[in-house]
């Protein structure tokens, strides 16, 4: 498997073809599935079945992008420091933070 060369498959695109090859959902429910358009859904689904198909004719190995799905990096946010404008990642579902900076507690977005 090490010498295969991968073809990456995005979150999006293996979600798209669970809903629609695997559940058989149309590509209007599908989109609805994934709070996207109908157009774009049939886009990713377009994209990820000719990846798919390029693994299993040309013998690539299939490899499932280990980076965040789009709905968790849209759970986190920049914050910026009242105190001392330093910008740091924060979980938004945290009521309060410590600025690791200057130590000071915030709550949301400045």
């Known amino acids: 498997m090490d010498n295969l060369e991968e073809v990456i498959l995005e979150h999006d695109e293996l979600e798209a073809l669970k809903l629609a090859d695997f ?3 149309s590509h209007e429910a599908g989109a609805d599935k994934m709070k996207i358009s109908r157009a774009t859904f049939g886009r990713i689904i377009e994209k ?6 390029d693994c299993i ?3 690539k190995a299939i490899r499932i992008n280990e980076t965040y ?5 849209n759970k ?8 001392c404008d330093n910008r740091r ?14 130590k000071k507690l915030t ?4």
């Not at 799905?69 to 990096?73: L, S």
């Not at 986190?76 to 105190?83: L, N, Q, S, V």
């Not at 709550?107 to 400045?110: E, Q, R």
């Open 69 to 73: 799905p789009e709905n968790i990096i």
């Open 89 to 102: 990642s924060i979980n938004s579902s945290s009521l309060k933070t410590e600025c690791p900076k200057c």
């Open 57 to 59: 004719l040309n013998g």
């Open 107 to 110: 709550g949301g977005s400045k």
């Open 23 to 25: 559940l058989a959902l």
């Open 76 to 83: 986190i946010k920049k914050d910026k420091c009242g105190r």
């Open 48 to 53: 990820a079945r000719y990846k798919i198909t």
